[in-house]
């Protein structure tokens, strides 16, 4: 994952804030690294653990071309998946909230 750091300072909520370099890491795979991260399990497992993939949820090939190519100005997609809030923008920063809103 890339650099990243957890709030906890919210009952009964968790955010955790990473940042990427999407050369290195595709937005939609960061996406799926950093939600197993906070549900403490592994990209391959989460899907199987939560019924659930990013996929059903937001066009991976989509996020990627929008979020992770260069362009002037920042470019900002949030959504949800299941009870995780997901925010990820082109200049590399990803927050994923859990719990109430």
């Given at each position: 994952m890339?650099?990243?750091?957890?709030?906890?300072?919210?009952?009964?909520?968790?955010?955790?804030?990473?940042?990427?370099?999407?050369?290195?890491?595709?937005?939609?795979?960061?996406?799926?690294?950093?939600?197993?991260?906070?549900?403490?399990t592994?990209p391959?497992?989460?899907?199987?653990?939560?019924?659930?993939?990013?996929?059903?949820?937001?066009?991976?090939?989509?996020?990627?071309?929008l979020?992770?190519?260069?362009?002037?100005?920042?470019?900002?997609?949030?959504?949800?998946?299941?009870?995780?809030?997901?925010?990820?923008?082109?200049?590399?920063?990803?927050v994923i909230?859990?719990?109430?809103?």
């Amino acid at each position: 994952m890339g650099t990243s750091r957890r709030d906890n300072t919210h009952p009964g909520r968790e955010t955790v804030r990473a940042h990427y370099d999407w050369e290195a890491t595709t937005p939609s795979q960061a996406i799926v690294e950093a939600v197993a991260t906070v549900e403490e399990t592994t990209p391959v497992a989460l899907a199987r653990e939560a019924g659930t993939t990013v996929y059903e949820h937001i066009d991976p090939d989509a996020l990627d071309s929008l979020v992770g190519s260069d362009r002037t100005g920042v470019v900002e997609v949030a959504f949800d998946i299941d009870h995780h809030h997901i925010t990820i923008a082109s200049d590399g920063r990803l927050v994923i909230t859990v719990g109430d809103q």
